[in-house]
Structures are given as structure tokens and as C-alpha cells.
């Protein structure tokens, strides 16, 4: 069984991982909306204005009271700056399971802030929620991506064949490449 999934303040590597607030929707709308961030993900459902993106943060605050997500807000600690995004997903508390996600703000990329935001999420998620296994899935052809996964310690397991959306088509699917670690690899450097 896995504990309840209360919010942590998370800090580490210059960034400081915190809860959304109702006052990141410009900064999460930049994020969602950016043409790196749209080529690698489809919402559910357009989010595409303020309205929209309060919309989910509301949702985001809904899983994390029914114990399905964890998501957090990456800040640059010092400043406080939003520079990015990363959570917990389709959490199985049976299972012990989670999927992860992380994006970064453009002008925030190329400084291993995902990695190192991944790293935060990942020892909170083993260390004191009690999950046991993290899936990390992303577009086939998303190089950066796969790069964060490898340097966090997510082995490759595979292909899923048309797991996702395509880049903004809800109708069109594209293969997925699943990544996975479990708490009983090796420590987090």
C-alpha cells in the first residue's frame, strides 16, 4: 500500500518542486502552448486560453485529493521563477504504480532542469509515498526526452504502438516509447 499522496515541498539542485497555485496560469499557459511542448503533447482537451488552463488546475488539485496525480510546479529556487512542470500520473495505489511527466519552459531548456526535477519527483515518489514502479512514456522521436529518462536511470522497455495522440489530432495516433524504474534500482546519483 502506498501513503497518501500530500503534497511536499521538494528542493534540490536550484529548484524547488511546490504546488500549483491559481496565480501560475500565465506561466502554465506559456508552458502548454509553446510549439516544442505542442509537437511532443495533446491534451485531453484543447487548453488553449487562461480559462482553459484554470480549468485545469482545478482538476490537478481534484487528483491530488482522490490520490490519482501529484503534479508540481518547478520553480527556479532562488527566484521563483516558474521554469517548468513535472508530476505523478495514473497512479495505481494496488500496483504501486505511477506514470511520470515533466516539461520545461523554453527558455529554461538546455540547463537540466527536467532531469533534475525528475530526480526530486522520483526519490519523493519511492522514498515516502511507497511506489514501487515509475513508467516514463514519451513520442517516439523525442530525443530530449529520452535523454532525461536515461540520465534519471529509466531503462528503455519498449514501443507502444499507437499509445498517444498525434501532435495536436485527437483522431491520429503515433507509437509511444515506454521507459520504466523501480525502486529497488540502483540509487539516484
Known sequence: MINRLAPADLRGGGLRLRVWKPDDVDA????????EYLRWNTHPTPVTDKAAVAEVLRGRREKWKRGEAATYCVTD?????????????????DLRVARVSYWV??????RRIASTALTLLTRWAFEDIG?????????????????VAERCGYATEGTL?????ESQ??????DLH???????DPPLA
Open 178 to 184: 515506454l521507459h520504466a524504474r523501480l525502486a529497488i
Open 28 to 35: 502554465l499557459l506559456q508552458g502548454v502552448t509553446d510549439p
Open 161 to 165: 504502438r499507437g499509445a498517444m495522440y
Open 77 to 93: 529556487e532562488a527566484s521563483g521563477v516558474v521554469v517548468g512542470g513535472v508530476g505523478l500520473g495514473s497512479v495505481q495505489p
Open 131 to 147: 511506489l514501487y514502479r515509475l513508467e516514463l512514456g514519451h513520442a517516439v522521436g523525442n530525443v530530449a526526452s529520452c535523454r
Open 105 to 110: 519552459a523554453a527558455e529554461h531548456r538546455g
Open 169 to 174: 489530432n485527437r483522431d491520429a495516433f503515433r
